[in-house]
């Protein structure tokens, strides 16, 4: 892939916190995705879930 806009390297997720970040990562461009392509998606299409996912997993690691 030329370009990967969310760069994990080559170890992704090979602890909690880095699968924690790819996680939430991924969940981010989600939600960039399903906004660019807004007018596309069916009116009752909700973020909610996602940006759930964001919350539980964009922080740090609760012990």
Same mark, same amino acid.
């Given at each position: 892939?030329? +370009?990967d806009p969310v760069n +994990?390297? /080559?170890a992704p997720a090979v602890n909690e916190? /880095? /699968?924690r970040r790819m996680i939430a990562a991924i969940a981010k461009e =989600?939600? =960039?995705s399903a906004k660019r392509v807004a007018t596309a998606m069916p009116a009752d299409y909700s973020l909610a879930i996602t940006d759930a996912v964001i919350g539980?997993?964009?922080g740090p690691v609760r012990t």
């Open positions: 892939m030329p +370009f +994990f390297g /080559s916190e /880095s /699968s =989600i939600v =960039i539980l997993y964009d």
